[in-house]
């Protein structure tokens, strides 16, 4: 609990430890000591508390305490990163590609794994917390709404976590990419400064998390706050796919994928972020229109999600930007006002902290998330399919 709140607040003194956790000075310092010999937090300098008596102490994260190395797989691209406990990407790599066989894969994420652990020296690898991995659930579905023509069922029946694991010698720390990309923006991003939000994140599909209390809402199946499989009435768009019904989930319309359909579908080829992100800058007209079929859908939903759960802020985020993420908050800001219900304010939405590093750098903080969480259940083990060890768990106290 003091190491959170010392990630939140930047610094603070024993007193201000002591007077937050509701314990007294010396149990506190107890702990500032241990944590302290353990190199998880370091000194910070003094401040003058009021006018009399000595300076107060103070403290803050020691970033080169842990390390994380995060690995996200998607559908269309996989990336590995490597932080430090302060949140910083100390080395990455990503590959624009088809997600391919999980043994290929397998090797790949082997291979950047072993560049990335490079950096760090002898002293700093016993430091490792383990290893990250965020990915989609269901890599096998909604193939079509995604239009991508690859078969990916085979994903479905295997544990790559588990595979990862064993290869590494090293504990594996599994979430859904949208869940994991929240929870950077609690460890690393707005949870600074916001204890309850609902993370949005457009990517190849569309992720999302909710974090409720300062804490990462998971739900019994690690799905919670799935917002892209929210229904939606079909799209209008000429580039959009036949529907099956007379309903279609979020994630047909609001994604980068269907964005890049609607470009082809123009004539427009588009073959990886960076041609994306040049369309995005040009101001090309297939972009507006398919903005303004992705804001449709999504106020909506948005609206619907919040009156469930009741929470004051969204934060949007996108695995490209140049201006996009902007235009997306105030185009999505003026929905939500116009269908505001009674005695209901609009949200705040707040652009998300890391772009494209989102899902790797919150695929990086799950080792560190899982190892020092305050979350009882966490410390409890009531999650155990989130968790890959290859030889004997990792414990902190």
Known sequence: ?????????????????????????????????????????????????????????????????????????????IETVLIDLGGRILAREAHDLLLPHPDEALQRVRRSIARLLEVLNESQRRRLTGVGLAQPYNLGSWLR????????????EVDFGALLSQALGQPVFKEND????????????????????????????????????????????????????????????????????PWDILLSRASLNALRRHLRHHGVPVHNQAELAACVTSGRPEVKEWLDDCVEALVPSLRASLAVLDLPAVVIDCDIDDGLVAELIRRTDEGLRRIAPEARQTP??????????????????????????PRADVLRGQHPSRFSHHAKESSHE
Not at 187 to 205: I, N, R, T
């Open 178 to 245: 949208g869940n994991a990309a929240a929870i950077a923006e609690l460890c690393f991003g707005a949870g600074h400064a916001e204890d309850d939000f609902l993370y949005v994140f457009l990517g190849a599909a569309l992720g999302a998390g909710a974090v409720m209390g300062g804490e990462s809402l998971l739900g019994s199946t690690g799905n919670a706050a799935d917002l892209g499989l929210m229904p939606v009435l079909p799209s209008r768009l000429a580039s959009a796919p036949p529907s099956a019904g």
């Open 1 to 77: 609990m003091l190491l959170q709140r010392l990630r939140r607040a930047g610094e603070a003194s024993k007193a201000d430890l002591a007077r937050w956790a509701g314990l007294t000075n010396s149990a506190v310092g107890s702990i500032v000591h241990s944590l302290e010999a353990s190199q998880l937090i370091e000194a910070a300098g003094r401040r003058q508390e009021g006018q009399r008596g000595q300076p107060a102490g103070l403290y803050r994260i020691n970033p080169g305490g842990a390390y994380g190395i995060g690995v996200r797989l998607d559908r269309t691209r």
């Open 348 to 373: 705040r939405l707040l652009h998300g902290s890391f772009g494209h590093n989102a899902g790797s750098i919150g695929a990086a903080s799950l080792p560190m998330f899982f190892s020092f969480s």
């Open 145 to 156: 709404e995604l239009d991508l023509q690859a078969d990916f069922r085979l994903w479905d």
